[in-house]
């Protein structure tokens, strides 16, 4: 019963240091960055299943948490994801994605967290975006071509 005990805490711990990874081991993924990153990680996925749905929704999110802490994420951010709540089909949403996508990508490499994501670049949209984990599902190209795009990290 005691080794079992003590397997399951260091499971725990591992488990519980790598949820941590975001906000305790990375400064720049902390707060309102990570309430972005959120946001933006959902637009992702409606946009790969060829989905509106939540786009403005969490596009207008973006925006709100993005203006109360100008200081701390590029101008753009705010700008984009505003282009983003406004877009009307999948192809304007998909066209605003990209420079979102640029500038948080940016946002990431320069305060050196490429631990937090992943980026995946599709060479058929010529375009980049992030995602939580390395199962690719591009939002440019949507469900016809899912699969399609290198993961850069």
């Known amino acids: 019963m005691k080794k079992l005990n003590k397997m399951l805490v260091g499971t725990a711990m591992v488990l519980f240091a790598g949820a941590g990874l975001y906000a305790a081991d990375n400064p720049a993924m902390s707060g309102p960055v990570k309430s972005v990153y959120d946001h933006y990680l959902k637009i992702q996925a409606d946009l790969a299943g060829d989905s509106l749905a939540g786009v403005a929704g969490e596009a207008n999110a973006i925006v709100q948490v993005a203006q109360s802490v100008p200081h701390v994420l590029p101008k753009d951010v705010s700008v984009q994801a505003q282009a983003l709540s406004n877009a009307s089909d999948l192809t304007a949403a998909r066209a605003a994605f990209k420079p979102l996508s640029d500038d948080l ?35 440019y190209m949507g469900q016809g071509m899912s699969g399609c795009g290198i993961i850069q990290n």
């Not at 670049?121 to 599902?137: E, F, H, I, T």
């Open 105 to 139: 990508i940016k946002y990431m490499k320069d305060n050196k967290a490429q631990d937090s994501y992943v980026q995946v670049y599709c060479p058929m949209a010529k375009g980049s975006w992030l995602q939580a984990d390395r199962n690719v599902k591009n939002p």
